[in-house]
């Protein structure tokens, strides 16, 4: 049983490239539809509560609240861009489109082939992320190098999203099961962890909870990057993001052996 | 025979998915530069065998190999040689015809140069030279075909596993994936088929192994089974009263099946058959050579098909 698992793990440190060159030069054919797309939902938020909010709470932590949130918002497009990818387009390519079932006839591996679409998924996050601290840092809210700090932290995300998406298309029978990851999962980790209030605001439990969270180590790496303060226990939240995007990875590559190869 | 001019060998495979046993204590051979067929009606575990063959599925028990490589534990290293065209096209759609190529040459870790190189041969091969540039998705179903043919000879395997090649293309698209299969032939290339067309096993294959219920119920040449199991001609007779017509023909025949309203007398001398039937009304009657057709459903029944 270890071996027939062990046959199934990424072959060796480069296989998953041709996998995400695939995804590359699907995307290339419709890259501006795709940025435009990633980049709406998250500079709408940025700007409407932004703006609007920032009018009624004024200052926090320090800084303005546009400049707060927008480190946050940086976490969340890095977080919902790799999830979208893997849960909707990743999806498509292990069942209907079947682009899955044709790689493994191949000489790579199940494992190489998730791999492949976990760093894909993480580019993408990079790319959203990015995207938004360059409007953030335009707009004078964020400095032009933090941006740079902070993209380390945006790829990893990316990778813990992607693999968390992973575990969560291994097990779901169809689309329709996403929603419940969408409603359940991500959208109160939006509110628990620190991305549109601090999360000094959450009651005391709550914060003990909201801190195991992975989009709360995101955005403790993220938020000190652009406001260009020293992050606290920087080590031990990319750690625990590691943790997230590495456990995910190997349950997801054995849980897809169970589905695909029988 | 000495392995190294086995391909395919499986010994004893078995493979349940739950209570229902889809392959059982299966054992056949295929030698180098051999083209095997596994014939079968639908749900006969032609498909599941084909996916063992890759490691696409581990059996239950048996043994398999492929290639010298013991699969399904070392079924990467023996695909490396194998090509596959899979039973349902799973092409980029969105890609252009080379852009298929191009990808698919790198999950073998091909650089773009090479690819290049051999590119035109195998669009030349599968004769779409002129529709390199073209998206798949605005390709015909046998050009498809065609094209998941030429990407599964991207890595110049020495084996092609192909599930149902044919299946869903009209006749003319059917008999030109039939001539580019014997060019393979000729070259030395070892081909695995699943098919439920008897023309297409009698065409192509040197040897076939006829499957049931996940059993094997037949093995041999194609000519060599229609001599062991029918040997003589058949003559087909459409109209009248099948039961009543059987009484009639039955002195001259060695055997007599009834499908619906068609009855199939094999009479090693049909004119005698002729004889007896001449002077009725409203017959129909078709005499031709005995062909794999008649094995299958002499072994599996006249009935059996849904």
């Given at each position: 049983?270890?071996?027939?698992?062990?046959?199934?793990?990424?072959?060796?440190?480069?296989?998953?490239?041709?996998?995400?060159?695939?995804?590359?030069?699907?995307?290339?054919?419709?890259?501006?539809?795709?940025?435009?797309?990633?980049?709406?939902?998250?500079?709408?938020?940025?700007?409407?509560?932004?703006?609007?909010?920032?009018?009624?709470?004024?200052?926090?932590?320090?800084?303005?609240?546009?400049?707060?949130?927008?480190?946050?918002?940086?976490?969340?497009?890095?977080?919902?861009?790799?999830?979208?990818?893997?849960?909707?387009?990743?999806?498509?390519?292990?069942?209907?489109?079947?682009?899955?079932?044709?790689?493994?006839?191949?000489?790579?591996?199940?494992?190489?082939?998730?791999?492949?679409?976990?760093?894909?998924?993480?580019?993408?996050?990079?790319?959203?992320?990015?995207?938004?601290?360059?409007?953030?840092?335009?707009?004078?809210?964020?400095?032009?190098?933090?941006?740079?700090?902070?993209?380390?932290?945006?790829?990893?995300?990316?990778?813990?999203?992607?693999?968390?998406?992973?575990?969560?298309?291994?097990?779901?029978?169809?689309?329709?099961?996403?929603?419940?990851?969408?409603?359940?999962?991500?959208?109160?980790?939006?509110?628990?962890?620190?991305?549109?209030?601090?999360?000094?605001?959450?009651?005391?439990?709550?914060?003990?909870?909201?801190?195991?969270?992975?989009?709360?180590?995101?955005?403790?790496?993220?938020?000190?990057?652009?406001?260009?303060?020293?992050?606290?226990?920087?080590?031990?939240?990319?750690?625990?993001?590691?943790?997230?995007?590495?456990?995910?990875?190997?349950?997801?590559?054995?849980?897809?052996?169970?589905?695909?190869?029988? | 025979?000495?392995?190294?001019?086995?391909?395919?060998?499986?010994?004893?495979?078995?493979?349940?998915?739950?209570?229902?046993?889809?392959?059982?204590?299966?054992?056949?051979?295929?030698?180098?530069?051999?083209?095997?067929?596994?014939?079968?009606?639908?749900?006969?575990?032609?498909?599941?065998?084909?996916?063992?063959?890759?490691?696409?599925?581990?059996?239950?028990?048996?043994?398999?190999?492929?290639?010298?490589?013991?699969?399904?534990?070392?079924?990467?290293?023996?695909?490396?040689?194998?090509?596959?065209?899979?039973?349902?096209?799973?092409?980029?759609?969105?890609?252009?015809?080379?852009?298929?190529?191009?990808?698919?040459?790198?999950?073998?870790?091909?650089?773009?140069?090479?690819?290049?190189?051999?590119?035109?041969?195998?669009?030349?091969?599968?004769?779409?030279?002129?529709?390199?540039?073209?998206?798949?998705?605005?390709?015909?179903?046998?050009?498809?075909?065609?094209?998941?043919?030429?990407?599964a000879l991207i890595n110049d395997p020495h084996l092609l596993v192909m599930d149902e090649p044919t299946t869903g293309l009209d006749?003319?698209?059917?008999?030109?994936?039939?001539?580019?299969?014997?060019?393979?032939?000729?070259?030395?290339?070892?081909?695995?088929?699943?098919?439920?067309?008897?023309?297409?096993?009698?065409?192509?294959?040197?040897?076939?192994?006829?499957?049931?219920?996940?059993?094997?119920?037949?093995?041999?040449?194609?000519?060599?089974?229609?001599?062991?199991?029918?040997?003589?001609?058949?003559?087909?007779?459409?109209?009248?009263?099948?039961?009543?017509?059987?009484?009639?023909?039955?002195?001259?025949?060695?055997?007599?099946?009834?499908?619906?309203?068609?009855?199939?007398?094999?009479?090693?001398?049909?004119?005698?058959?002729?004889?007896?039937?001449?002077?009725?009304?409203?017959?129909?009657?078709?005499?031709?050579?005995?062909?794999?057709?008649?094995?299958?459903?002499?072994?599996?029944?006249?009935?059996?098909?849904?």
């Amino acid at each position: 049983m270890g071996e027939s698992y062990a046959a199934v793990m990424p072959a060796n440190a480069y296989n998953w490239i041709a996998v995400w060159r695939r995804n590359f030069l699907a995307w290339k054919k419709v890259a501006l539809a795709s940025i435009l797309g990633n980049l709406a939902d998250p500079i709408t938020n940025l700007f409407g509560l932004g703006f609007g909010l920032g009018l009624i709470v004024g200052r926090v932590e320090g800084t303005s609240y546009i400049a707060f949130l927008a480190a946050g918002m940086v976490a969340t497009s890095a977080m919902t861009s790799a999830t979208f990818e893997t849960m909707y387009a990743a999806f498509a390519r292990m069942d209907a489109k079947r682009t899955w079932e044709a790689i493994l006839s191949t000489q790579l591996t199940l494992g190489d082939i998730v791999l492949g679409e976990l760093v894909w998924a993480a580019s993408k996050s990079v790319l959203a992320g990015t995207a938004i601290g360059i409007v953030a840092a335009t707009l004078g809210y964020a400095s032009w190098p933090s941006i740079l700090y902070a993209m380390p932290t945006i790829a990893l995300t990316g990778l813990v999203f992607a693999s968390l998406a992973m575990v969560v298309i291994s097990l779901a029978p169809s689309y329709d099961y996403f929603v419940f990851y969408q409603t359940l999962v991500l959208t109160p980790m939006v509110f628990l962890c620190g991305v549109v209030f601090p999360t000094s605001q959450l009651p005391g439990s709550f914060q003990h909870f909201a801190g195991l969270l992975p989009l709360a180590h995101s955005v403790d790496l993220i938020r000190p990057a652009m406001l260009e303060r020293g992050a606290d226990s920087a080590a031990l939240h990319a750690g625990a993001l590691c943790v997230y995007a590495v456990l995910p990875f190997f349950a997801s590559t054995a849980l897809f052996r169970r589905r695909l190869l029988r | 025979m000495n392995m190294s001019t086995v391909a395919i060998d499986l010994a004893d495979v078995k493979k349940s998915f739950g209570d229902k046993v889809i392959v059982n204590e299966l054992s056949f051979s295929v030698a180098r530069g051999e083209c095997f067929g596994l014939l079968g009606p639908n749900g006969a575990g032609k498909s599941t065998i084909a996916r063992m063959l890759l490691g696409m599925i581990s059996p239950d028990a048996g043994k398999i190999t492929v290639l010298n490589e013991p699969v399904p534990s070392r079924a990467r290293v023996a695909r490396m040689r194998i090509g596959v065209v899979p039973q349902f096209d799973n092409l980029e759609l969105e890609f252009t015809v080379r852009e298929n190529l191009l990808v698919f040459g790198r999950y073998f870790g091909m650089s773009a140069r090479k690819i290049e190189a051999v590119a035109p041969s195998l669009l030349e091969f599968a004769r779409l030279e002129s529709k390199a540039d073209v998206r798949v998705s605005e390709l015909s179903g046998g050009m498809k075909r065609r094209l998941t043919l030429a990407r599964a000879l991207i890595n110049d395997p020495h084996l092609l596993v192909m599930d149902e090649p044919t299946t869903g293309l009209d006749p003319h698209a059917r008999h030109l994936i039939w001539e580019r299969l014997r060019v393979l032939l000729a070259r030395g290339k070892t081909i695995l088929l699943t098919t439920h067309f008897m023309e297409e096993a009698e065409r192509l294959c040197d040897r076939l192994c006829v499957l049931e219920g996940g059993c094997k119920i037949a093995e041999g040449k194609p000519d060599g089974l229609i001599d062991e199991h029918i040997g003589c001609n058949v003559v087909e007779i459409y109209g009248g009263d099948p039961h009543q017509l059987c009484e009639l023909i039955r002195p001259h025949a060695r055997h007599i099946e009834v499908s619906g309203e068609t009855l199939f007398c094999y009479a090693p001398y049909p004119e005698q058959v002729r004889v007896k039937l001449r002077g009725r009304a409203g017959l129909r009657i078709l005499q031709r050579p005995p062909n794999l057709e008649d094995v299958f459903l002499r072994l599996t029944g006249r009935e059996m098909e849904k």
